[in-house]
């Protein structure tokens, strides 16, 4: 019988991400990179004890839901996923990239209209948030031995939804996490197959591993066919590159580069704008390819760069380093306009930026959405303060945050 000495509570929290250079190139095969920012996710997971029907209670106000899941006939129709077809052995939480995916999903979605009888009458964003979460609870309790009891979810954001940052790659990397550090402690708690003797307070690089892939089954939910980058950025932190058929490469950036992030409050949709790349190339195929072949050199030396900045070693160049990054910046934004998706809005924050001497390029998609200004350690406080008040002027959001922190951690 447990007490409620076993009740767990976890706590974890994942940044979200920007490109950094990439973005449109990044389909034509060329290089991308993305970096994990400082506004960040966070999840609460607390098991209670209660006298209804055990039941999972979850609350995520950032797509305005709140919603009770009982768990007896969650167990019954979604432990215990299968294996892809073609794949001998038994399923086990450690391996996601091996699950099958669309079966699993399946379940998932037949069993939601079973409880919710309503479900499809819920928002795009409510449904993908439910979907996930049941997908991965089932996914990595359905595979142990562990009891489940009731227990509240709770998630918040500093994120925006929806505007290219990360949020669902953030949202799915909390919740495999969170589901991850309470089946730790549960299995190092008492007399259940012990998966860990002792329960670290943080990830392993293993377990990011496995996080990651989790999180990426989810974006599959979200997004039908991503790249990868955002859930690896948003666990691991830092610096990932990507390649398209290639796994992407964790990049250890010891630094955290200084921004404001300002909203442009232009919605767009990324589809629409990589059709629009895709028609002018259909146009003038050799002029957008050498467009293409200029982003990823920009993309490699700015890796360059920022390794060596974050290498420690040369300390004197410091400047001269950061002005080089500003360059690439600035040239990188310019072969996207030249793409035609940058916007007025963005070219008026890039103008605003540049009066004070600062490099400033669109992230993701263009055609609005946010733009990124470098501030380089030395700018003195005023400058930041004044242009952060002409673009608020100017119906701007802005934030000052860093970017290159840590991924997916453990809160105390
Ligand atoms: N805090 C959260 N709580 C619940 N669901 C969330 C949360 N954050 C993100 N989501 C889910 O992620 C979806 C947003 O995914 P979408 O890809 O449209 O935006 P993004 O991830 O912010 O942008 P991009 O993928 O271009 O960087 C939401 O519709 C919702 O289902
Ligand atoms: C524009 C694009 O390169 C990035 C959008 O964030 C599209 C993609 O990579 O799928």
Redesign the pocket.
């Given at each position: 019988m447990l007490n409620t000495m076993d009740l767990f509570t976890v706590s974890v929290s994942a940044p979200g991400k920007v490109?950094l250079h990439?973005?449109?190139?990044?389909?034509y095969g060329k290089m991308?990179i993305a970096v994990s920012l400082g506004l960040r996710s966070s999840i609460v997971i607390k098991e209670i004890n209660s006298n209804r029907e055990p039941s999972v209670h979850i609350h995520l106000p950032c797509v305005d839901l709140q919603e009770v899941i009982p768990l007896e006939p969650t167990v019954k129709s979604l432990f215990n996923p299968k294996l892809a077809p073609g794949i001998t052995g038994k399923f086990s939480w450690r391996l996601p990239d091996k699950i099958d995916h669309e079966y699993h999903l399946r379940r998932v979605d037949e069993f939601l209209h079973l409880i919710k009888p309503n479900f499809d009458s819920l928002q795009s964003n409510q449904k993908n948030s439910l979907r996930s979460f049941l997908y991965v609870f089932s996914g990595i309790f359905g595979s142990t031995h562990l009891p489940v009891r009731s227990m509240e979810i709770s998630m918040g954001s500093e994120l925006t939804i929806g505007a290219?940052t990360g949020s669902s790659a953030s949202f799915a990397v909390c919740l495999a996490g969170a589901l991850i550090q309470l089946l730790k402690l549960k299995s190092s708690s008492g007399s259940f197959d012990a998966y860990y003797h002792q329960s670290s307070e943080d990830f392993s690089m293993t377990e990011k591993e496995i996080i990651s892939e989790w999180a990426y089954n989810c974006e599959r939910i979200m997004h039908g066919t991503?790249?990868g980058?955002?859930n690896a950025t948003c666990t691991f932190g830092s610096l990932v590159s990507f390649k398209k058929g290639s796994k992407p490469r964790h990049l250890s950036i010891r630094m955290e580069l200084r921004v404001l992030l300002v909203d442009s409050r232009v919605s767009r949709e990324?589809r629409a704008?990589?059709v629009r790349?895709a028609a002018l190339r259909q146009r003038n195929a050799p002029a957008v390819d050498h467009i293409m072949d200029a982003c990823d050199d920009i993309a490699h030396t700015a890796t360059q760069v920022l390794e060596k900045l974050s290498s420690g070693k040369c300390e004197p160049d410091i400047e001269a380093d950061y002005q080089h990054l500003a360059e690439l910046w600035d040239m990188n934004h310019c072969l996207l306009a030249a793409l035609g998706?940058s916007h007025p809005s963005l070219e008026t924050i890039r103008a605003a930026a540049r009066a004070k001497g600062l490099a400033c390029k669109l992230?993701?998609?263009?055609g609005g959405g946010y733009a990124m200004v470098l501030i380089p350690p030395s700018t003195p406080r005023s400058t930041i303060d004044s242009l952060t008040g002409q673009l608020l002027e100017h119906g701007f959001r802005v934030s000052e945050t860093r970017l290159g922190g840590r991924g997916v951690s453990v809160e105390m």
């Open positions: 490109i990439g973005e449109h190139s990044v389909v991308a290219g991503p790249s980058i955002d990324t704008l990589v790349v998706v992230t993701g998609a263009g």
